[in-house]
């Protein structure tokens, strides 16, 4: 499946449309890596099988002038969804269903130091994914 039609897909959720917050640029979903997409898309899957409505609140073109700890937007690591509208359960199931199904995936969190898909804080989910090797570099190690 082609990114833009990935990025459609997951526009035009079977129960939910994704939402994006007004200053968030739909299309810097193209730009992120591999690994984020799956986190991404399985994150809006189970705010769907929920019933819970999906917005996206910061992405990548959006970050100027914010002041960050990494740069994981910035590299198409990472992804911002609202949680403002969610109960304290909702919120411990989500990050609870992260912690399951992409511990594999996820970043160093610079707020505990460990392996983590999504991060709560600030009435949002920072979900983040590590960063992968291209086959440029692993071209370079051959060398």
């Known amino acids: 499946m082609s990114l833009k039609d990935e990025m459609i897909k997951m526009s035009e959720g079977k129960k939910r449309k994704t939402k994006f917050k007004r200053d968030v640029e739909p299309l810097d979903l193209l730009q992120l890596t591999e690994n984020m997409r799956i986190i991404l898309r399985v994150s809006k899957r189970f705010f769907d099988h929920h019933q819970l409505e999906f917005v996206i609140t910061s992405i ?24 403002s509208h969610l109960t304290e359960d909702q919120i411990k199931n989500f990050l609870r269903f992260c912690d399951n199904q992409f511990s594999h995936l996820g970043a160093i969190s610079s707020k505990d130091l460990k392996v983590r898909a999504c991060v709560y804080h600030n009435n949002h989910f920072h979900l983040q994914a590590r960063r992968q090797e291209t086959l440029i570099d692993k071209m370079k190690f051959w060398r």
């Open 60 to 83: 990548k073109s959006d970050r100027e002038g914010v002041k960050t700890v990494s740069t994981t937007h910035e590299e198409g690591r990472a992804v911002d969804i609202r949680s």
